[in-house]
């Protein structure tokens, strides 16, 4: 059973920065955060291959967000600055066995972790 952990979540004021972390994710998986705004669908926002750690982003976030991974400590990051108001939501991260990212499809998720930015 894989078990995906979320933190780092919290409120901050626009222009700052936070950095999510999960825990759980180890090597042998495709790692995606989704977040999800009240009354909105739930939308891909960042996600880091397996293998070679090829990253991906959603164009609403290219250029502040950044995710990485630590293999050694089984846990992925997302490093988000410069944030918006709009970035405010339930961050989860996820996980798939595959060797790609995806924007849906994963198999495994995480509680959440919840982000406000206030403006």
């Known amino acids: 059973q894989v078990q995906l952990v979320e933190s780092g979540g919290g409120l901050v004021q626009a222009g700052g920065s936070l950095r999510l972390s999960c825990a759980g994710s180890g090597r042998t998986f495709t790692i995606g955060w989704f977040r999800q705004a009240p009354g909105k669908d739930r939308e891909f926002v960042a996600g880091i291959s397996r293998g070679d750690s090829r990253t991906y982003y959603a164009d609403s976030v290219k250029g502040r967000f950044a995710i990485s991974r630590d293999n050694a400590k089984s846990t992925v990051y997302l490093q988000m600055n410069s944030l918006k108001p709009e970035d405010t939501a339930l961050y989860y991260c996820?996980?798939?066995?595959?060797?790609?990212?995806?924007?849906?499809?994963?198999?495994?998720w995480g509680q959440g972790t919840q982000v406000t930015v206030s403006s």
């Open positions: 996820t996980a798939r066995r595959g060797l790609t990212v995806v924007t849906d499809a994963y198999d495994y």
